[in-house]
């Protein structure tokens, strides 16, 4: 039975505003802060706001949990925010874990205090779903917010 839903945030919950931006957002971030003067973060980047909706609602059902790569969900203009959905947000560069490690999974399973297989990730990149699903985790492979709103949906419901 599914008890935490963990999310990666860089293309699935947060985008680049650009649609043709192919790349990290950790590492457009850095870029756009170092040499746009007065950068602002919404003019770059934008949360899925329904997707979130949807997860706030979900949290007395859930333990609702953030796996991110890097730092850019500690940008101020988004991390009160993600701060109302999940908790805890947890950062692979802080914990030692590259996201492509299914011990990264279990790590956090632990931290949770769950079991892996108790954890519904999604995320984006093919290889950091193979990592979760090695580690014994159920996984859905982000495309759109549609498709995972149909996801979750069947997660609730019986049988």
Known sequence: MIKVLL???SNTILFA???NYVGGL???HNQLQATVPNFAFPDYFELD???LSMLQSLQTSYVMALFTSETIQNSPAIKPTLEKVFNPIISAQTVGFHKTNPEAYKYIANILKHQPEEIFFVDDNQKN???ATQAGCKVHHYAN???LHEVMQKL???G
Request: glycine residues 0%; aromatic residues 4%; proline residues 5%.
């Open 17 to 19: 505003k650009d649609k």
């Open 129 to 131: 779903i193979q990592a």
């Open 49 to 51: 706001m329904n997707l």
């Open 7 to 9: 999310f990666d945030l």
């Open 145 to 147: 917010t549609d498709s």
């Open 26 to 28: 950790n590492a457009l």
């Open 156 to 158: 609730q419901s019986p």
